[in-house]
């Protein structure tokens, strides 16, 4: 119980983020052990709302060992490019490289048939973002995702990215290198600061990575730690993602088209994770959502999984549809008669 309770101020800057509909508070009778003779039953319904406007921005290794996973991510971008299409969003995918040791590079998108990011506009956008992501293979060694997307975002964003990214708009960064990342000009804890003061709401902003997610062989492809591996552990865009939040996803795995369409999902702004406006007591959580009338339950540790450290739920694999109502009921803590107050947190 104490190993859930220290985490509640990082709890409390996620769940001012959502919208709840609390409903009447049900009591439960039932017998004293210890206390009480009366539960109070919580009960949050939260609708999955998608914002209009999302910006995805790809960052690509561009380095000598890069050929194969280019080419993997241009064979499956249907899966990913598919979600904008018809699909009433008002979307920007862009796309930059590592290399910051080259002027034409260094944080500035790609272009291809005189498009610098692609929007609902763009003719023929899957054959767009083909080209741009065929980047090739000549790109620096040295290999800085942090300080690329940092560039693209801000030194060149009333420049050459001029109107790709929109203060209103849902952010989206993702990170594809078999590489750590080398960034000298901006560290971990700078990016992740920067990156989610970038939105006033941290929902709003999600940083995923596909690296190599930890040492040894996958595939038949072996993964070292430092620079001087073939191939090795993306730790400091592993962190990033931990912070907040995306998916992570080995290179190393072969599934591209199953990792892109779980990006789409993402980029769109549906949402696995809700966040709960109590502590509850973990075993007492029941899960439900009703979606176009029809009603889904689910089971937790098969279906969904509690988060103590971010007092949330996220589904396993199921995403709720915009629109659909997440229902949450629970037990809360505190009607056990522990008061957070007095735990020394605060």
Not at 31 to 40: F, G, I
Not at 300 to 322: K, L
Not at 326 to 343: Q, R
């Amino acid at each position: 119980m104490k190993h859930f309770l220290k985490y509640m101020i990082i709890w409390l800057s996620f769940v001012s983020c959502i919208e709840y509909v609390i409903t009447g508070d049900e009591v439960v009778s039932g017998k004293a052990n210890p206390v009480p003779t009366q539960l109070v039953v919580k009960h949050d319904t939260i609708t999955q709302i998608v914002k209009p406007m999302t910006d995805v921005l790809f960052v690509i290794d561009n380095s000598c060992s890069m050929e194969e996973e280019q080419q993997a991510l241009i064979n499956n971008s249907d899966a990913f490019i598919n979600y904008f299409i018809d699909s009433g969003l008002d979307w920007h995918v862009g796309v930059v490289s590592m290399d910051m040791s080259r002027n034409d590079h260094k944080g500035r998108l790609r272009s291809a048939g005189g498009f610098t990011y692609l929007d609902e506009s763009s003719p023929s956008p899957v054959a767009l973002f083909h080209e741009m992501a065929a980047m090739g293979t000549a790109g620096s060694g040295t290999e800085k995702g942090l300080e690329a997307s940092h560039s693209a975002l801000e030194e060149h964003r009333g420049g050459f990215n001029q109107g790709f990214y929109r203060n209103d708009a849902i952010l989206n960064i993702i990170v594809i290198s078999d590489e750590e990342d080398q960034s000298n000009a901006i560290g971990v804890p700078e990016y992740i600061s920067w990156l989610i003061n970038l939105k006033g709401d941290v929902d709003d902003v999600t940083f995923s990575s596909i690296v190599c997610l930890k040492t040894g062989i996958l595939n038949g492809q072996n993964c070292g730690t430092g620079i001087f591996a073939a191939m090795s552990v993306g730790s400091r865009y592993i962190s990033v993602t931990q912070a907040v939040d995306g998916v992570l996803w080995d290179i190393r795995e072969t599934n591209w088209a199953d990792v892109l369409d779980e990006l789409g999902e993402l980029a769109t702004g549906l949402k696995q994770e809700f966040f709960l406006s109590d502590v509850p007591i973990p075993e007492t959580i029941e899960v439900w959502v009703v979606d176009d009338n029809t009603t889904y339950n689910f089971i937790q540790h098969v279906d969904y999984v509690y988060s103590h450290t971010r007092n949330s739920i996220t589904f396993i694999t199921y995403t709720p549809s915009q629109y659909a109502k997440v229902h949450i009921k629970y037990i809360p803590l505190a009607s056990y008669g522990i008061n957070v107050s007095e735990t020394g947190i605060f």
